[in-house]
């Protein structure tokens, strides 16, 4: 007898041990995904997720009295989620809510649901789940998914109720929603201030810290504050990826074409031609062949153009362009001429480019004809394509063939 409860006690031992070191593994190996994922490296983040399956499953299928199940179930469903497995976290989220309606961690659980309908896409749902959660995480899931659906004033005016919250103001993830709540509405001012608190943030990856800074520079460009832009761009490190310098280069060249500093930009471009290996490299040639041509240097623009056209289909269409401006320059046939800014505007889509052509012909043609024609020729384009009134009313009055005004005037002033 004394055998046999020395027996049971001993299994009652075993069996206590396996259960407490099932449980230590799930939550140290559960701990050790959140960090990998709260750092940002999901990589070995997923590694360990994908772990807690079998794990989390021993605890709910051969303890199913155990008072850390609910603690397993939650593990179970939140790293469904992080995974992107999202059927099969809904799935342990409900069974959560049904059976454990009262445990300690439905707080929790009621957030990481709203977190994972805003990672599913699921946004009027998120929307609708997290408003009813009294928290300021969730306030802040809600601020991101209405920043995901572009209603950005709403996105803001939910960052400002959160403002007031200290630790808030310290959380990385929304200063950095925020940041990109300002950049769309255009509150730079406000965006710039954001963007450099974040980049001093040592747990900032370059990846975050450098695609703020572009985005609060491309933000510049659109308000043409060139010097802005510039200043911002110049802040971006690109360390040991020459791919990244390459391509801040290629920004940094556009800003000062943009800015109409064309030296500058020719500096930039003629270092990316000779150095830059990838795309890149033939970007810079298309864009020193586009400084050539608007300086009318076509053989430059051409010889450049030839070479963005090995590695860019865009080239192709800017190289039959210049041999067709290079054919016109010494073009003394007005009739041709003429074809020639037909196929600027039909078959290139080049208004500015008929339109100069037709010049040539109105200023150096002497058929009458053919320079009325060109007359009623310029004022379709600039009314029709360029919506420049006062440039089609110059054309018009210098029109003599009384059918042409007709069309003319219809044109001009929609009779």
């Known amino acids: 007898m004394l055998f046999l409860i020395n027996f049971s006690l001993s299994q ?9 070191n099932n449980y230590y593994n799930l939550k140290r190996t559960f701990n050790l995904a959140e960090k990998y994922y709260n750092e940002g490296n999901l990589p070995k983040a997923r590694e360990n997720y994908m772990k807690i399956e079998e794990k989390a499953s021993k605890i709910i299928i051969l303890h199913d009295k155990s008072r850390f199940l609910d603690d397993a179930l939650y593990m179970l469903a939140v790293s469904y989620s992080r995974i992107g497995e999202y059927s099969k976290a809904e799935q342990k989220f409900k069974e959560f809510f049904t059976f454990f ?22 946004l009027d749902e998120a929307i609708l789940h997290l408003s009813q959660i009294k928290d300021k995480e969730a306030k802040i899931y809600l601020m991101k998914t209405y920043f995901k ?48 608190q974040i980049v001093k943030f040592q747990n900032v990856n370059d990846t975050t810290k450098n695609n703020l800074l572009l985005m609060l520079s491309d933000a510049y460009v659109q308000e043409k504050n060139y010097e802005k832009a510039l200043d911002i761009i110049s802040k971006i490190e690109y360390k040991d990826s020459t791919s990244s310098e390459f391509f801040i280069k290629l920004k940094t060249a556009k800003i000062y074409l943009l800015k109409a500093d064309t030296n500058s930009a020719i500096n930039i471009l ?35 153009y030839e070479k963005a056209n090995e590695g860019l289909k865009i080239a ?16 003394k046939d007005f009739n041709k001429l003429y074809n020639l800014a037909e196929t600027f505007l039909i078959d290139l889509n080049k208004p500015d480019l008929a339109l100069e052509t ?38 018009y009055e210098k029109l003599k063939e009384s059918w042409m005004i007709d069309i003319a005037k219809s044109w001009i002033y929609g009779e």
């Open 12 to 20: 009652l031992w075993i069996d206590a041990r396996a259960y407490f």
């Open 149 to 196: 659906m572009g209603n950005y004033q709403k996105a803001k005016e939910i960052a400002s109720s959160l403002l007031k919250y200290k630790e808030i103001q310290n959380n990385l993830d929304f200063k950095i929603t925020l940041a990109n709540i300002y950049l769309n509405t255009r509150d730079l001012e406000n965006a710039q201030e954001l963007i450099s």
């Open 358 to 395: 037709l010049n040539k012909i109105i200023n150096e043609g002497d058929d009458y004809k053919i320079v009325q024609k060109s007359l009623l020729f310029a004022i379709y384009i600039s009314s029709r394509y360029l919506n420049d009134k006062e440039k089609a009313n110059f054309y």
């Open 270 to 304: 003629e270092y990316l031609s000779n150095f830059a290996f990838d795309s890149t490299k033939y970007w810079s040639y298309y864009y020193l062949g586009i400084i050539y041509e608007n300086k009318e240097d076509f053989d430059k623009a051409l010889d450049f």
């Open 316 to 331: 192709k269409d800017k190289k039959e362009v210049i041999l067709k401006l290079k054919s016109m320059k010494d073009e």
């Open 101 to 122: 309606p009262n445990s300690k961690l439905i707080k929790k659980v009621k957030l990481e649901y709203g977190i994972m309908l805003y990672n599913a896409n699921r």
